[in-house]
């Protein structure tokens, strides 16, 4: 289902099921290159995303807290799909910056071939499409975005944390929404 940032909030301060969480939503910007802008569609996750679903890069770094701060947040790891289809695999990625939106992004990673959560869907599932994540960038945690309790549009990816089975995180979670 689909949460607040607020919820989720209250959520990493209280629970005691899960040892890692993240937020995540679809982002959607234009690659801006000489010959204009292409539509260039991905994900926006909170900075222990990678972490949660245990995925490391094959270049360069995930992301880090420093890149949630508003200011920092300028930063984007690449798929391995655009890594390859829209840069030519350049080995020389790490650094090097993309016009996004006309906003300047430096790529700081590159991940594997991997499936992973590109945005809540509904009740029933998670969105999965690949021509949905060729980047993810951080979300930057502003003090209206924690606070914000009406707007549930994120997903959430979690971990368990040791010796906790799922039926012990469930009831912690149902708990949680009285």
Known sequence: FRVTSGRFADW?????????????????????GPDGGRPFRGVRVGATYFDTLGLRPVLGRGFTADDETPGRDKVIVLSHA????????????????LRLSGEPFT???????????????????????????????????????????????????????????????????RASAD
């Open 12 to 32: 990493s301060r209280t629970n005691r099921a899960f040892s890692q969480m993240a937020l995540f939503s679809a982002a959607s910007f234009s690659l801006d």
């Open 107 to 173: 790529v700081v990673g590159v991940m594997p071939d991997v499936v992973t959560p590109t945005w809540p869907a509904n009740p029933a599932r998670v969105g999965v499409d690949a021509r949905q994540r060729e980047f993810w960038v951080p979300m930057a945690q502003t003090p209206e975005r924690i606070a914000n309790t009406t707007s549930h549009v994120y997903g959430v990816v979690a971990r368990l944390a040791p010796g906790v089975t799922a039926e012990r995180a469930d009831a912690e979670m």
């Open 82 to 97: 655009a890594w390859r289809q829209r840069l030519g695999a350049r080995l020389d990625v790490i650094g090097t910056e």
